[in-house]
């Protein structure tokens, strides 16, 4: 199975911007349902944004709905999260997970998971 390994996490002012990608090992990559969820402190993991294997359907949360955009490059195993107008409740611990068929929309339905990177937006 794949090998997720996040980055581009970092601290902006509310209003900004910031890219996450999530950089992926394995031959299969582009058989893997893609998302991205986070954690904030004190709180459950929740979904964010997921892409289907070959690009062409995504899918958000209704709080980051024209705010972030997620997107895939099956040629260079890699997936990513454009963060727009940023929000400090934005603020957590990004997670790209994946999983292999079938939806990936709720944190029981990932089966790989990388690491983590810390977002923090201030007000």
């Known amino acids: 199975q794949v090998q997720l390994a996040e980055s581009g996490g970092g601290l902006v002012q509310a209003g900004g911007s910031l890219r996450l990608s999530c950089a992926a090992s394995?031959?299969?990559?582009?058989?893997?349902?893609l998302g991205w969820f986070r954690q904030a402190p004190g709180k459950e993991r929740e979904f964010v944004a997921a892409?289907?294997?070959?690009?062409?359907?995504?899918y958000y949360t209704d709080s980051v709905k024209g705010r972030f955009t997620i997107s895939r490059d099956n040629a260079q195993n890699t997936v990513s999260l454009q963060m727009n107008s940023l929000k400090p409740e934005d603020t957590a611990v990004y997670y790209c997970?994946?999983?292999?068929?079938?939806?990936?929309?709720?944190?029981?339905?990932?089966?790989?998971w990388g690491q983590g990177t810390q977002v923090t937006v201030s007000s």
């Open positions: 997970a994946a999983r292999l068929g079938g939806e990936l929309s709720s944190v029981r339905d990932a089966s790989v």
């Open positions: 394995g031959r299969t990559f582009s058989s893997y349902n």
């Open positions: 892409i289907t294997s070959s690009g062409g359907i995504t």
